[in-house]
């Protein structure tokens, strides 16, 4: 089991996790708060982790997309 984490540079977003095996993704709220969403393709992580706007791609890419 492959298991990526990484801080995020966002306003919103405090980090991401990303299980391989069971293309779980979870996203760290500055708030505190995580939301886990479910049959994410790992290019979808790589995307959030690499974007220059975390927010902004996990608004276009991720919410309402995968749950």
């Known amino acids: ?3 990526r ?3 995020l540079n966002s306003t919103a977003l405090s980090g ?3 299980d391989d095996e069971t293309q779980e993704l979870t996203v760290g709220f500055t708030s505190g708060g995580t939301y886990s969403f479910s049959n994410v ?3 979808i992580y ?10 902004k791609y996990y608004h ?3 919410k309402g997309i995968y749950g």
């Open 60 to 62: 276009s890419y991720i």
């Open 46 to 55: 790589e995307g959030l982790v690499s974007a220059g706007s975390p927010g």
């Open 1 to 3: 089991m492959t298991v």
């Open 41 to 43: 393709p790992p290019e």
């Open 5 to 7: 984490e990484q801080p």
């Open 16 to 18: 991401a996790r990303y």
